[in-house]
């Protein structure tokens, strides 16, 4: 006789593999079609500004994107150009690159790069990164740190005083895609796949004494509504590798620098204490997603709901004064943190928790609410001011959910 | 994982090559998946192929939220029914002679296991399809039953219940084939 663990392992074991010739057949028929969608999507390429601009991760993200904008739209138009010079012995150089260096400046806003360092392992993926952001990114936050290494990511805001860490992998693939991008030898990889795509002009200055860069002009049509128009690419006649990538935007018939991209170092070594956080200080802000289970499972609950009772469980820890529980509602903030911000507030009741809304733009749930305070002596209700609370699934903790705190920062 | 996130932002970009390996590391899965909704070789195989070459089209927009493997089991899921609907219009395709493929080092224990999953395919296909649906994903696709419930706009625990009776039928009908 058999028992439900036998058919359980019966159909586990079930494994049918496909063919060669189905394999040929399928394949063909999936890179005929992204052929396809790339025609079609180099006609509709969004303006890459609008698109970071409107990215749920852009704080995270957006120096890396900043490097990374300037060389996602390489395309040439004549390949035939006589030159002595090849492409390829840029990518066949830049693929013994282990470390690198680089500074990009946004010409027209600051002086000020935003600099990056990365490890390359053997096969040539990015083993550990650092971004450096500059102020002028983002004066709210001020100067910030990105550090990847070990699959975690660490983002520092000095100004807050506020050190997050968090796994996620989404998050994590979003900003080592887009630093790959800047990687020299995909910035050159990108000129010759596009080669067969685009409609750009391309020269090539070779000049006869060696200590001076070969020099890759690509100019890219108006009406292909990208960002950049312009982009030169200066690269060492030695080594063949990649010195400087410099950007322009056409404005009034004229074409004006907008970002320069240099690379240095090239396979130096980086000290590890540069992939490394230090001089926190010890009164900093901590939240640590790797180490704490945040917020709420979801179990059955449908999206909606699970969203409403995080709501609803971090009201009532302030209304209980449970600080250190509101906190794990709260994305993980310390306790201490949510005391010191609402401590001085008395909670009195929850009058209701209205339907979550969808927000498509960041992916999370609003949720409607009105509570009754009580405020340096006058009772008043929150329902105006403070009219939703933002929940989401927590990054890198699939099941729980958590708010984000929305207009009830801390 | 992170394999596959990175993978689907190459797609985004074109890339023939982060394309290529999410064939190659899904390819199997998915048929498997599909065949064990359908029992129908040809039909397992067009579904695999249409997955495909969907996620090729819309490679250049896609956003992923979940994961790519949940993804990509999802649409299999929706062909399969398309593919059941239009069953319904058309006599049943005869079974491919492709014969599963059994994970064992033991060629006499591969021929009685080879026999019994034969058997074991030719039951699910007798069950209702709902509960075949919830067997299937939730032990081959790695579903959670609230995944499963989702898909079928369904309480979690109608889809336990869908999942336990076909078990049930399961070990029912190949039991009554040894006593046989």
Same mark, same amino acid.
């Given at each position: 006789?058999?028992?439900?663990? !036998?058919?359980?392992?019966?159909?586990?074991?079930?494994?049918?593999?496909?063919?060669?010739?189905?394999?040929?057949?399928?394949?063909?028929?999936?890179?005929?079609?992204?052929?396809?969608?790339? @025609?079609?999507?180099?006609?509709?390429?969004?303006?890459?500004?609008?698109?970071?601009?409107?990215?749920?991760?852009?704080?995270?993200?957006?120096?890396?994107?900043?490097?990374?904008?300037?060389?996602?739209?390489?395309?040439?138009?004549?390949?035939?150009?006589?030159?002595?010079?090849?492409?390829? &012995?840029?990518?066949?150089?830049?693929?013994?690159?282990?470390?690198?260096?680089?500074?990009?400046?946004?010409?027209?806003?600051?002086?000020?790069?935003?600099?990056?360092?990365?490890?390359?392992?053997?096969?040539?993926?990015?083993?550990?990164?650092?971004?450096?952001?500059?102020?002028?990114? !983002?004066?709210?936050?001020?100067?910030?740190?990105?550090?990847?290494?070990?699959?975690?990511?660490?983002?520092?805001?000095?100004?807050?005083?506020?050190?997050?860490?968090?796994?996620? &992998?989404?998050?994590?693939?979003?900003?080592?895609?887009?630093?790959?991008?800047?990687?020299?030898?995909?910035?050159?990889?990108?000129?010759?796949?596009?080669?067969?795509?685009?409609?750009?002009?391309?020269?090539?200055?070779?000049?006869?004494?060696?200590?001076?860069?070969?020099?890759?002009?690509?100019?890219?049509?108006?009406?292909?509504?990208?960002?950049?128009?312009?982009? @030169?690419?200066?690269?060492?006649?030695?080594?063949?590798?990649?010195?400087?990538?410099?950007?322009?935007?056409?404005?009034?018939?004229?074409?004006?620098?907008?970002?320069?991209?240099?690379?240095? !170092?090239?396979?130096?070594?980086?000290?590890?204490?540069?992939?490394?956080?230090?001089?926190?200080?010890?009164?900093?802000?901590?939240?640590?997603?790797?180490?704490?289970?945040?917020?709420?499972? &979801?179990?059955?609950?449908? !999206?909606?709901?699970?969203?409403?009772?995080?709501?609803?469980?971090?009201?009532?820890?302030?209304?209980?004064?449970?600080?250190?529980?509101?906190?794990?509602?709260?994305?993980?903030?310390?306790?201490?943190?949510?005391?010191? @911000?609402?401590?001085?507030?008395?909670?009195?009741?929850?009058?209701?928790?209205?339907?979550?809304?969808?927000?498509?733009?960041?992916?999370?749930?609003?949720?409607?609410?009105?509570?009754?305070?009580?405020?340096?002596?006058?009772?008043?209700?929150?329902?105006? @001011?403070?009219?939703?609370?933002?929940?989401?699934?927590?990054?890198?903790?699939?099941?729980?959910?958590?708010?984000?705190?929305?207009?009830?920062?801390? | 994982?992170?394999?596959?996130?990175?993978?689907?932002?190459?797609?985004?970009?074109?890339?023939?090559?982060?394309?290529?390996?999410?064939?190659?590391?899904?390819?199997?899965?998915?048929?498997? *998946?599909?065949? =064990? *909704?359908?029992?129908?070789?040809?039909?397992?195989?067009?579904?695999?192929?249409?997955?495909?070459?969907?996620?090729?089209?819309?490679?250049?927009?896609?956003?992923?939220?979940?994961?790519?493997?949940?993804?990509?089991? /999802?649409?299999?899921?929706?062909?399969?029914?398309?593919?059941?609907?239009?069953? /319904?219009?058309?006599?049943?395709?005869?079974?491919?002679?492709? $014969?599963?493929?059994?994970?064992?080092?033991? $060629?006499?224990?591969?021929?009685?296991?080879?026999?019994?999953?034969?058997?074991?395919?030719?039951?699910?296909?007798?069950? $209702?399809?709902?509960?075949?649906?919830?067997?299937?994903?939730?032990?081959?696709?790695?579903?959670?039953?609230?995944?499963?419930?989702? *898909?079928? =706009?369904?309480?979690?625990?109608?889809?336990? =219940?869908?999942?336990?009776?076909?078990?049930?039928? *399961?070990?029912?009908?190949?039991?009554?084939?040894?006593?046989?």
């Amino acid at each position: 006789m058999r028992t439900a663990e !036998d058919i359980k392992r019966l159909i586990k074991i079930l494994t049918d593999k496909t063919s060669a010739q189905m394999d040929e057949r399928v394949l063909k028929d999936v890179l005929f079609t992204l052929e396809e969608s790339k @025609k079609k999507s180099a006609l509709t390429q969004p303006n890459i500004w609008r698109t970071i601009m409107k990215s749920p991760i852009t704080k995270l993200a957006a120096a890396a994107v900043i490097i990374a904008g300037v060389v996602l739209s390489f395309t040439i138009w004549d390949k035939t150009t006589p030159t002595a010079y090849a492409f390829e &012995q840029t990518i066949q150089a830049s693929h013994s690159v282990q470390y690198l260096h680089i500074k990009s400046f946004m010409v027209s806003i600051s002086d000020e790069p935003i600099e990056c360092w990365v490890e390359f392992d053997p096969s040539g993926q990015i083993k550990n990164m650092r971004i450096n952001k500059p102020a002028w990114m !983002d004066p709210s936050d001020g100067e910030s740190v990105i550090v990847w290494k070990d699959g975690k990511m660490e983002f520092w805001i000095k100004k807050k005083n506020f050190l997050f860490i968090q796994k996620d &992998q989404e998050i994590a693939a979003q900003v080592l895609s887009m630093v790959e991008q800047f990687d020299p030898k995909h910035a050159v990889a990108n000129i010759l796949q596009a080669q067969d795509e685009g409609d750009t002009e391309i020269e090539i200055d070779e000049p006869e004494n060696k200590a001076e860069p070969v020099i890759i002009t690509a100019t890219f049509p108006v009406e292909n509504d990208l960002h950049v128009q312009r982009s @030169k690419l200066f690269v060492d006649q030695a080594t063949k590798l990649l010195n400087k990538l410099e950007t322009y935007q056409l404005k009034d018939g004229e074409y004006i620098p907008f970002i320069t991209i240099e690379f240095y !170092d090239y396979n130096i070594p980086i000290d590890s204490e540069v992939f490394t956080l230090d001089n926190i200080p010890s009164d900093a802000m901590r939240v640590d997603e790797t180490t704490q289970e945040i917020g709420l499972l &979801q179990g059955d609950l449908t !999206d909606n709901e699970i969203a409403a009772e995080v709501v609803r469980q971090f009201f009532e820890a302030l209304i209980a004064r449970d600080y250190a529980k509101a906190g794990r509602m709260f994305g993980g903030v310390p306790g201490e943190r949510v005391q010191k @911000k609402y401590g001085h507030i008395r909670f009195i009741r929850i009058v209701s928790i209205g339907k979550p809304v969808l927000n498509p733009a960041t992916n999370e749930l609003k949720v409607p609410y009105v509570v009754e305070v009580e405020e340096n002596g006058i009772i008043t209700e929150w329902k105006t @001011k403070y009219n939703y609370i933002p929940v989401r699934e927590v990054h890198g903790q699939p099941g729980r959910w958590a708010t984000t705190g929305g207009p009830l920062g801390i | 994982m992170l394999e596959d996130k990175l993978l689907v932002l190459k797609c985004r970009r074109g890339s023939r090559d982060a394309m290529c390996r999410v064939y190659k590391k899904y390819k199997d899965y998915l048929l498997t *998946l599909a065949k =064990g *909704l359908l029992n129908d070789q040809a039909a397992a195989e067009d579904v695999v192929h249409d997955v495909f070459v969907s996620f090729a089209r819309s490679a250049r927009q896609f956003q992923l939220t979940g994961s790519l493997r949940g993804y990509l089991a /999802t649409c299999a899921r929706n062909r399969v029914r398309d593919k059941i609907r239009e069953r /319904t219009r058309r006599a049943q395709a005869l079974e491919s002679a492709n $014969p599963a493929i059994v994970d064992s080092d033991n $060629p006499e224990h591969c021929i009685i296991e080879a026999e019994e999953l034969q058997r074991l395919r030719q039951a699910i296909s007798q069950i $209702p399809y709902e509960q075949r649906e919830a067997v299937i994903l939730h032990l081959k696709g790695d579903m959670k039953f609230r995944e499963i419930a989702k *898909l079928q =706009g369904v309480s979690v625990s109608t889809i336990h =219940g869908r999942y336990r009776y076909g078990l049930d039928k *399961l070990r029912s009908m190949l039991n009554s084939e040894l006593e046989q």
